[in-house]
């Protein structure tokens, strides 16, 4: 054999492993962390699915969502929400809550990391302000989960940011 088989040899043996860890990594994503293989579904599968309409949209009213014994209303300031403006939300009913009412926000059809806000308390009321991250997809879906300090409350609401 001559150098330049046993190079081609080496070369397309390297390439072979290589491409048998990628393909691993993508058809067994539990070998991942939930972490990854979460984006890894998000990224492939969700983003070019169609998105299902919401059954109720911030950027056109106000949203009320069930939560235990009464109801908490969500507002947005913007309408439509806009990716890079800054966007207040104003919700209330929960009156029980302390002054730690906390948003997780982030997004469902593609990994944008997740924004974390601390709601400030006006009244009987709270306001958080955010700016949506540009996406390039063209509709971009993102929840806001909210917090009691860092307690879930099991209460969410998603919203769409049209490019």
Same mark, same amino acid.
């Given at each position: 054999?001559?150098?330049?088989?046993?190079?081609?040899l080496?070369?397309?043996?390297?390439?072979?492993?290589?491409?048998?860890?990628a393909?691993?990594?993508?058809?067994?994503?539990?070998?991942?962390?939930?972490?990854q293989?979460?984006?890894?579904?998000?990224?492939?599968? !969700?983003?070019?699915?169609?998105?299902?309409?919401?059954?109720?949209s911030?950027n056109?009213?106000?949203? /009320? !969502?069930?939560?235990?014994?009464?109801?908490?209303?969500?507002?947005?300031?913007?309408?439509? +929400?806009k990716?890079?403006?800054?966007? /207040?939300?104003?919700?209330?009913?929960?009156?029980?809550?302390?002054?730690?009412?906390?948003?997780? +926000?982030?997004?469902?059809?593609?990994?944008?990391?997740?924004?974390?806000?601390?709601? /400030?308390?006006?009244?009987?009321?709270?306001?958080? /302000?955010?700016?949506?991250? +540009?996406?390039?997809?063209?509709?971009?879906?993102?929840?806001?989960?909210?917090?009691?300090?860092?307690?879930?409350?099991?209460?969410?609401?998603?919203?769409?940011?049209?490019?």
């Amino acid at each position: 054999m001559n150098l330049k088989t046993i190079l081609l040899l080496c070369g397309a043996l390297i390439g072979g492993i290589g491409s048998a860890w990628a393909v691993f990594g993508l058809l067994h994503p539990s070998a991942q962390s939930p972490r990854q293989a979460e984006s890894l579904l998000k990224d492939s599968a !969700l983003s070019h699915d169609p998105l299902t309409p919401l059954p109720c949209s911030l950027n056109t009213s106000q949203c /009320t !969502l069930p939560y235990q014994d009464t109801h908490i209303s969500i507002e947005s300031s913007a309408r439509p +929400i806009k990716a890079l403006q800054p966007t /207040t939300l104003r919700i209330s009913g929960l009156a029980n809550l302390t002054d730690t009412l906390t948003l997780k +926000i982030y997004g469902l059809n593609m990994e944008m990391g997740t924004t974390t806000l601390r709601a /400030t308390k006006e009244g009987e009321s709270y306001q958080a /302000t955010f700016t949506p991250a +540009i996406c390039s997809l063209q509709t971009m879906r993102y929840r806001i989960a909210l917090y009691d300090g860092a307690q879930e409350l099991g209460v969410f609401i998603d919203f769409d940011v049209e490019q």
